[in-house]
């Protein structure tokens, strides 16, 4: 049976690479992308998943323009990493198709409640529209079966040396979905980078016939050198990034998780955005005086790399490394 997902994006190359991978995979069923600012400006990230929605061949897939900014910081965009356009500034073409004409929040709302079976939502972006979403429509909530988020770490970060980007964006927004009262999985940075295609599999990926494999090689081939890889990587590959996180719902015996308490930093320049995830085996003093806990999701420690990688390249990109 397919499992139907609904995907929160900031379209952003690994992003690309993350809807390719869920239109492509047998056993998942996208009812629908929303877009967020994050990577880039909303509009922008509307502009990029309709493009690669096209590519994919995906066009029956709505896509809906979401949240502008976070919830209560300005926006900051990662063009440093994704390039101007959020795509790496390969000069796509922009898609004929338009977004639907609901706002993400409304289109979410729908698609969960008109679903027979839960819906897992994966939010590969800062958190913004499943926070409005969570507040705006709490009914709606009890349809979800899990919330998959690619966003924290339990060991350093990367927008700021203990954050990580998505929920640095918006803070806020990542504490509402962790202590939501849902299953939720925190894909973070323990794991993210690991799941990686080096620099020759990209250049044959660029060359394929198929337009969607065609354009993960490219937008890959690109990120091979990219210094925010760093040592996080080996060199001469690049990470696969967001893609993993649907991964992980398509094949999830390839993640270790651990249920932990996890608490979302809000305050300070230097720990705003840090996600405090709490690994001790016992209480402290400051639980036994009265501290209240933090609300436990499932944290990916450890990943099998290769088991997604495999994956990735045989589903979506059609098996041609
Ligand atoms: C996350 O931030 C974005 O740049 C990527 O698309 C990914 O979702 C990694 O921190
Ligand atoms: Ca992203």
Not at 142 to 156: K, L, N, P, T, Y
Not at 243 to 250: D, M, P, Q, T, Y
Request: with cysteine; net charge negative; glycine share 8%.
């Amino acid at each position: 049976m397919t499992r139907p997902v609904l995907l929160d994006v900031d379209t952003g190359i690994d992003d690309a690479l993350a809807l390719m991978l869920a239109v492509r995979h047998p056993d998942l069923d996208v009812r629908g992308v929303t877009c967020v600012a994050g990577n880039t400006s909303v509009d922008q990230v509307v502009r990029n998943t309709l493009t690669v929605l096209d590519a994919a061949g995906a066009v029956h897939v709505p896509v809906a323009r979401g949240a502008e900014r976070p919830l209560l910081a300005a926006s900051r965009d990662a063009s440093h990493v994704h390039g101007q356009d959020g795509l790496g500034d390969l000069g796509l073409p922009y898609s004929t198709r338009q977004p639907v004409d609901v706002h993400a929040v409304e289109l979410m709302r729908q698609q969960l409640l008109v679903s027979s079976t839960p819906v897992t939502v994966i939010g590969l972006a800062p958190l913004t529209n499943l926070a409005l979403l969570l507040r705006t429509y709490p009914e709606a909530a009890a349809m979800i079966e899990r919330i998959v988020v690619m966003g924290g770490s339990a060991s350093v970060g990367n927008a700021t040396p203990v954050a990580e980007f998505n929920v640095w964006h918006d803070p806020e927004a990542a504490a509402i979905v962790f202590s939501a009262d849902l299953p939720v999985t925190m894909y973070g940075l323990d794991v993210f980078y690991q799941v990686a295609v080096d620099g020759d599999d990209a250049a044959k990926l660029a060359v394929s016939a198929d337009a969607g494999t065609s354009l993960i090689g490219r937008l890959l081939s690109g990120q091979v050198d990219n210094s925010r890889s760093e040592d996080r990587l080996l060199p001469g590959t690049a990470t696969l990034g967001d893609a993993g996180a649907v991964c992980a719902v398509a094949d999830p015996a390839g993640l270790v998780t651990e249920s932990l308490p996890v608490r979302v930093s809000l305050e300070g320049e230097e720990t705003r955005g840090q996600t405090i995830v709490d690994r001790r085996s016992r209480a402290g003093e400051s639980d036994l005086l009265g501290r209240v806990a933090a609300p436990r999701i499932d944290v990916a420690l450890e990943v099998d790399a290769a088991r997604y990688r495999r994956m990735f390249l045989d589903v979506a990109c059609q098996g041609v490394v």
